[in-house]
């Protein structure tokens, strides 16, 4: 084992990587698009949209705390829009992305990326001293030494 390893034979910065690496599967995952959307209730087989051209009746709003428990279309994001299939004229609602929260989830990734450059920057100066430290007292040991 490595001098200075964790318990599980990380490096000690290892641990901060696991989390970082955690943090972004997670962003990852939050931004991935909708492939696992839930099937309308009042349909059987796949959602008219799916098969159908469709036309916006709604834009995208969020859904209230009951619509969020008893409707399945918004699990997924939280937010819905009501659709009009153009064939069979069916009204069904689709989870969708908001404007709202696409901005929310790319200031959460920026103000990620901006803490792990402070921790890094941070990382890299005290690096920096402890090297410089080293490099005055084995100069001041060898200026002894004459």
Known sequence: MLAGAGRLGLP???HLCWLLCAFTLKLC???APLLGEKLSVSTSIS???MAEEFVVTE???RCSNFQT???PECGPTGYVEKVTCSSSKRNELRS???A???QRLFWKFEGAVVGVALVFAC???TRQRQLDRKALEKVRKQIESI
């Open 12 to 14: 000690r910065g290892g």
């Open 29 to 31: 995952k939050a931004e």
């Open 47 to 49: 959602p008219c949209w």
């Open 59 to 61: 834009e995208c709003t």
């Open 69 to 71: 428990k008893t409707t």
């Open 96 to 98: 969708c992305r908001s």
């Open 100 to 102: 709202l929260m696409e």
């Open 123 to 125: 990382l890299v100066i």
